[in-house]
């Protein structure tokens, strides 16, 4: 339910025919939409430019919104919470060094749009506890051994994880 609402984006999106590794855009870029006229003025482009950030920014604080209602209640909270949990498993591929090299790797993780959506809301809602000077002292609230444990995900095949 929540994966279509992610999608939305303004980046270029690619889908992978598995089995024959044709990749086929779905949605071209922004870019080649509003400034295929080269001939355009400074000012407009800088005009597009703004418009399409503006649209960008208020549809993630849309999404910010919608998961902070969803987290209000205890019974989706925990769903939400595996969701985005399955959302970062399903990409781990993505962390892999030949990710950028091979478009037929593209098939198997989500679009560059969908994980900007969730890791911009990942950090909205991170934003209380990444201030060092809160008077609530949120941050010290952290546990701090919570990534070696497996309750949400096993990251210990992650070197840049298990060596620290």
Known sequence: LLGPLFRIS?????TVNMQTGEVTPVR??????FFADAMRRR?????TV??????????????VAAI????????AQEKVFNWF???????????????QYHAHLAGRSSSNGFLCNVLSVLISLCAPFMDPDDPKGLALKIDSTYL?????????KCTRVVAS
């Not at 703004?50 to 849309?62: F, K």
Request: aromatic letters at 2%; hydrophobic letters at 40%; proline letters at 2%.
């Open 50 to 63: 703004a418009s399409v950030r503006t649209n960008l920014n208020s549809m993630q604080s849309t999404l």
């Open 85 to 99: 949990s399955v959302a970062m498993a399903v990409n781990v591929i993505r962390s892999q060094d030949v990710y």
């Open 148 to 156: 070696l444990s497996k309750h949400r995900m096993d990251l210990s």
């Open 43 to 47: 000012g407009e482009i800088e005009h």
């Open 28 to 33: 071209g870029a922004v870019g080649e939409a």
């Open 68 to 75: 902070k209602l969803l987290l209000k209640d205890k019974d």
């Open 10 to 14: 303004c980046l270029p999106e690619v």
